[in-house]
């Protein structure tokens, strides 16, 4: 009796060790990781309870971004949704070692449930096999530089743990100890004549072995992932909770104060300590899949800049300096600060960056990397002055002349001069829409053609705009993104004062780095208004029947999806609608479009520098326009018109490259002149703005 009593002590003991063993490790870990985060800035991820839900519910539950690609994301599915339903295996395991027939509460031990665990076993068994399929055979290029093999032992164990509970299982089916049916445990089922001829000591002991062989396996497993480079397992869904909830072209504001610039104000990421706690929780949740790597035209095109290399540089440079941080605090002792450009991350990785957002797009657990890099470019132009030196053009032309061009601001209405165009003057009504023309739109030749088209087509559908000429600024986008974000402040503020004082309350926007600034971050700096793209206006008219497409236009075009209207805006149908009601027009897809859409190379103010390394970004997508066979290519933005053009004119194509609005002004016809109907207000005619 003594004996017995003494045995069936000695499981549940052992057990609770064990946990306390595995949870104490954990916690320390746990401890640990969550005090680095928080030696992060502060940044506002509280809101938006609801939106979050449904981003747990959708990213991580639906594994919705995972299942853009498809075989990988059926793969990892498989794991995740297998390991959920595994989570009563699990109970049911420890509970056995308190009482043999341990059941969960109304599900446990029937048929439905026995089918169900079953099923998924083999669903993260099939799902291991692909995982190796992909690692080992197809072996794509997004895994370089990944801890592939780290990721192969991850991938063993979590085999193993299946394993273990099939033998397990198989094992209760031949001692009959099985709570349901066994037909209704197939695969266990099919491995329980392995234990039919042993003896019942026998089968108690290999019972008693794959069950502590199983617990060992998971408490290994959730002490081993907090100190791996997979932390991920455990740290998306956090991130996934915590991610941007407003549109993903809008930067987080600085608000800068220039009468505390003598303080200790933070002026971008110099520091480990500069990040926010969120991009420090993003350097713990990359899963190191190489998607972001794989999308990312800068990496594409043969440039330093891997967004994966940079997210585990980092996660590598705050597991090495974040304990230091820690202890040193603790000791109330100093601690040298590392400057994380150069030492974690190269300057022209820090360049190369477009600002496409494809790599946000692309990854699973919502990792922001643009915000990683605009912060460090923050530091290094506001802190240290440090850029390209041809972006210095940029920057001193935003200072001194408010447009990258540096060209005058009485010049910007000249596109205009004899269209009729209405410039808004001071005391006047706002109009119906105030169009927002931009500085490429006002100052370059190519571009200009899009603001003329914009003017044709606006009137032929009868719509009361005006534009503001000179008093329109640049909104300051390429100052934010290239890091000055005190610039930017400074042309928001002014622009959102212009704006405001004029009673505008809808602005139509031809450039869509203008539309996001206007429509995301304006909001920020007291300017809220309702802000279309044109490609959205013109779609609303035409479905209205405001505005009639009659010329024909015979040509097969191919339709080019911009970065700032399409991934960090959501603007995919628009365009392609209008251009679907034009009489004549054939279109044809880029083999990358929608959210897949390739950079034009502009974007992150790479506009204004040069490209040293690779092949050129506006190259490859010409190539590729190239080789659809189109005659041309259409645009929705002027920075994509350049970009392409340029890239026509070097590879001698004969690709025309032309904005939606350029080809409804072909097709509208000459629409009466422009204006609208505003015909008593001051107008730009030659020689008119100056
Ligand atoms: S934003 Fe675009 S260019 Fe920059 S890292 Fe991401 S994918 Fe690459
Ligand atoms: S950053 Fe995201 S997409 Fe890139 S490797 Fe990490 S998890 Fe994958």
Known sequence: MLGLAATSVIGPVALAAALLVSFALFARRARRLIGIVRLGQPVDRGDDVARRVGLEATVVLGQRKLFQRAL???????????????????????????????????????????????????????????AFYIRKAQRPERFAGSHVHEADYILLWILAIVLSLWALRA?????????????????????????HGLSSGVQEALGQLFLWIHLLLILGFLTYIPYSKHLHIVASEPNVWFSNTKARGRLRPLKIDLESLEEDVSLGAATLEDLTWKEILDTYTCTECGRCQNACPAWNTGKPLSPKLLIMNLRDHVFEQGPRILDAKAAGASYEKVDLVPAVVDDEVVWSCTTCGACMQ?????????????????????????????????????????????????????????LGVRVLAPGEPAPEVLYWV?????????????????????????????????????????????????????????????????GVRTIVASCPHCFNTLKNEYPDYGGTYEVVHHTELF????????????????????????????????????????????PGLRTVELPRHHERGFCCGAGGARMWMEERSGKRINIERTDEAVA?????????????????????????????VVDVAQVLAASSGDGGGAGGSAAASPTVGPGAGA
């Open 72 to 130: 990988p994301g059926a793969m990892h599915a498989a794991i995740f949704w297998g390991f959920l339903v595994l989570l009563t295996t699990i109970l049911e395991a420890f509970g056995e070692v308190f009482t043999r027939h341990f059941t969960i509460p109304l599900i446990g031990r029937t048929a439905a449930l026995g089918l169900i665990q079953d099923l998924f076993m083999t669903l993260v068994a099939v799902g291991v096999a692909i």
């Open 171 to 195: 094992d209760r089916i031949a001692m009959e100890l099985n709570g349901p049916p066994a037909a209704w445990m197939p695969v266990s089922n099919l491995l329980a004549p392995a234990f």
């Open 362 to 418: 692309e990854c699973p657990v919502d990792i922001e990397h643009v915000d990683h890099i605009v912060d460090l470019r923050r530091n290094l132009v506001m802190a240290e002055s440090r850029f390209p030196a041809e972006a210095g053009t940029l920057l001193r032309n935003l200072e001194s002349a408010s447009n990258p061009w540096g060209q005058s601001q009485s010049s910007r209405a000249d596109w205009a001069a004899g």
């Open 438 to 502: 931009g500085c490429a739109g006002s100052f370059d030749e190519r571009a200009r053609k899009i603001s003329r088209a914009m003017a044709q087509v606006l009137a032929a559908a009868g719509i009361d705009f005006a534009i503001l000429g000179p008093k329109e600024l640049c909104t300051g986008d390429p100052a934010r993104r290239i890091g000055n974000e005190y610039l930017f402040q400074m042309l928001a503020e002014q622009n959102v004062e212009t704006l405001n004082g004029a």
């Open 539 to 582: 779609s609303r008219l035409v479905r209205e029947g405001r505005l009639a497409l009659t010329g024909e236009v015979n040509e097969l075009l191919t339709y080019h999806d911009p970065c700032y209207l399409g991934r960090h805006n959501e603007v995919y149908e628009e365009p392609r609608d209008v251009l679907a009601h034009v």
């Open 628 to 656: 659809t066979g189109a005659q041309s290519v259409g645009v929705a933005c002027p920075y994509c018109l350049i970009m392409l053009d340029d890239g026509a004119k070097a590879r001698g194509a004969e690709l025309k």
